[in-house]
């Protein structure tokens, strides 16, 4: 289970930067009590409640997934988790994300990181260029080629993406969307295009997000439920994703 705490929480001064404006440092575990004491040693200041994790969150899920992307063991188990959900926190809302488009969004963020990091690591290409691998350069260079438009564009997408998704948690606490839309995948497979679609939505708003485990089919590979709530509602959120952790497993 991977925790990504509110953009900034956790220092970043030993870790190198990649995009700047994205980079999270977060936790991996294996239950949400765990991220919680992991997170309690490396945030800034201590973790600190400010709603009432007793409460029953107003809660949506996002119409602008579309579920022909999800792959059928995702689905079933995303709308089997969204069933016991409902069941537990009945006012469940639809959203949709005003110029939000998954895939074009993710690419757009991918560009700009592409173009930060070649500018970054300009000297380091020159004077050690067999320390970058190929397709590293490839990406490297497609950033650096772009131009002044097209990076102004893509910047726009994920700020309007992100003003979107803000707007949405005013009125409601709490964002619940399959993790990735496939299964985790063989050590060796190759890394799936869209697989960052839906996580890389926290970073554009510096929300913080968590990733806990639906149940699965026998014999599937396992399947992430994401929740994402509004910034500074790290204790909190962890807190409801303990909840809602016991209420999948039950």
């Not at 945030?43 to 997934?65: C, E, F, H, K, V």
């Not at 005003?98 to 963020?109: C, F, V």
């Not at 619940?176 to 960052?196: G, H, I, M, R, Y």
């Not at 699965?216 to 952790?245: C, F, H, K, M, Y």
């Amino acid at each position: 289970m991977g925790f990504k705490p509110r953009f900034g929480r956790v220092p970043a001064a030993s870790v190198t930067a990649l995009g700047k404006n994205f980079d999270c440092t977060g936790t991996i575990t294996r239950k949400t009590a765990d991220s919680r004491l992991l997170a309690q040693c490396l945030m800034d200041r201590p973790l600190m409640t400010n709603q009432q994790s007793n409460i029953r969150p107003r809660w949506g899920t996002l119409a602008n997934i579309d579920s022909k992307i999800l792959t059928p063991v995702v689905e079933k188990s995303f709308r089997n988790a969204l069933e016991i959900l409902q069941a537990w926190y009945p006012e469940k809302n639809e959203l949709i994300l005003e110029n939000w488009d998954p895939g074009k969004t993710r690419r757009a963020a991918l560009l700009l990181i592409e173009r930060e990091a070649a500018l970054r690591w300009a000297s380091d290409r020159q004077l050690f260029p067999h320390a970058f691998s190929k397709n590293l350069h490839s990406m490297l260079d497609y950033g650096m080629k772009a131009g002044s438009e097209v990076i102004r564009m893509a910047r726009q997408k994920i700020k309007s993406t992100s003003d979107s998704l803000l707007h949405a948690l005013e009125n409601i606490e709490l964002i619940v969307t399959p993790t990735t839309p496939q299964s985790a995948f063989e050590f060796d497979a190759e890394l799936p295009k869209n697989q960052a679609d839906f996580t890389s939505l926290a970073n554009f708003s510096g929300c913080p997000a968590i990733s806990i485990s639906c149940p699965v089919p026998e014999g599937s590979l396992p399947v992430g439920l994401q929740l994402i709530s509004r910034p500074g509602s790290d204790n909190w959120l962890l807190e409801t994703a303990s909840n809602i952790e016991q209420m999948l497993i039950k």
